[in-house]
């Protein structure tokens, strides 16, 4: 085999990068660095523009939620008195505890073909870059579905047994759980097989418990579980200049798939402007958020039937869509971030080792509805 001038220059820069990569020390990345890495994963989590990041100097950082309860705040000058604005303004706290967290990224040779550095500092900058996206889909499940009450029975090897997720403290929001908010209340829950005796709303169509469903009877209206979703939110929330334009739908893929599909099937120009993806997805005014790493496959706790867990011992055909804020969906970034790197030569890879800490939380448990029990089929 002959090898052209390429082939050695080529081969002579990948040695170069294997060998910055060895030299690298283990390295606590400085406030700036850490605040840059931080920033990389955010661009490519699903998430940026769709949750709150807080970045956190400390362990802990409290997030205040402010909120009006039920009382109301005008009263007649000649009545008023110091009980009533002290009764009705009040506050509810939310700490961010962040959970430590370690994990490993790798990186093969090959993959330096790409890189084009010429300061350590760039070549850091890059290394940071190329693991950045690995992070970032980890770090949304773990937003998500992560649960440390064991339900979902995550093993303590596990990073989703350390943290209490979106989902797990939108269903345990009730009077009387864990994460019912001390001055609004609770999360609204929808079913979307009508069967959890708690839930009072429910659907006109349960035929497959899909976000789109087709009556089988004349006049065949279409049913978009969207809208109980919209109708069910607390006016309150609705309210102000930028109204239900601050919410999202944050479903999984395949969920906004179904609806696309839904839409396509009405002769309409909003129908072929949807399955051409011509326009933003959207339901009304509310953009729709697809989130892959949402899961699909979870079950009816069998201890618990009012809940859902994943398990993925036995998996099952459930999954969720919530409606909220676009900024109330919290995540906490502690900027101490640790990285150490090993070199193994039999896998021709690098391997680089992070530290890291984080923590979800929500703002405000009640400004969501979570509908359950949607099936993709």
């Given amino acids: 085999m002959r090898y052209t001038n390429r082939d050695f220059l080529s081969q002579t820069k ?42 956190m100097d400390s362990e802990t950082k409290n997030v205040r939620a402010l909120g009006f309860g039920t009382t109301r705040i005008l009263h007649p000058k000649s009545t008023f008195t110091q009980s009533d604005y002290k009764s009705a303004y009040e ?12 994990c490993c990224v790798v990186i093969f040779d090959s993959d330096l073909e790409d890189l084009n550095v010429g300061t350590a500092a760039e070549f850091k900058s890059q290394i940071m870059s190329m693991t950045a ?3 970032a ?68 169509l349960t035929t497959s418990q899909g976000i789109v469903e087709r009556d089988a009877n004349a006049p065949y209206d279409q049913e978009y ?5 919209i109708e069910q939110m607390p006016s309150k929330y609705k309210q102000g200049k930028e109204g239900l334009s601050r919410f999202r739908f944050f479903c999984n893929d395949q969920i906004a798939s179904r609806y696309v599909k839904g839409l396509s099937k ?11 993806g011509k326009s933003a997805l959207q339901y009304g005014t509310i953009p729709i958020v697809s989130v892959p790493q949402m899961p699909t496959e979870m079950i009816i706790a069998s201890g618990d039937v009012q809940h859902e867990k994943l398990d993925t011992s036995t998996p099952g055909d459930l999954t969720d869509c919530i409606l909220t804020r676009w900024d109330n969906f919290v995540i906490g970034m502690q900027k101490k971030l640790t990285l150490e790197t090993a070199r193994e030569a039999a896998d021709q890879a690098n391997y680089f ?16 509805v979570l509908l359950k029990r949607l099936k993709i089929a």
């Fill in 14 to 55: 990948k040695i170069e990068l294997i060998q910055k990569m060895i030299a690298l020390p283990t390295i606590t990345l400085s406030a700036q660095e850490a605040d840059r890495f931080i920033e990389m994963v955010w661009d490519e989590s699903v998430l940026k523009g769709n949750a709150r990041l807080v970045k």
């Fill in 91 to 102: 506050h509810d706290l939310i700490e961010l505890s962040a959970k430590r967290l370690r």
């Fill in 133 to 135: 996206k690995q992070l």
């Fill in 137 to 204: 889909t980890e770090l949304e499940e773990l937003y998500i579905i992560g649960d440390d009450q064991s339900l979902s029975g995550f093993a303590s090897t596990d990073a989703r047994s350390v943290v209490a997720g979106w989902r797990y403290r939108l269903d345990h929001s009730q009077s009387g759980e864990s994460y019912e908010n001390d001055v609004t209340g609770s999360t609204i829950v929808l079913d979307a097989s009508n069967i959890v005796s708690a839930i009072a709303e429910s659907f006109d």
């Fill in 225 to 229: 579980k969207f809208d109980l979703m």
């Fill in 266 to 276: 009405r002769a309409t120009i909003l129908g072929d402007q949807a399955i051409q």
């Fill in 353 to 368: 080792y992070y530290d890291l800490a984080v923590d979800p939380a929500i703002q405000n448990v009640n400004e969501a």
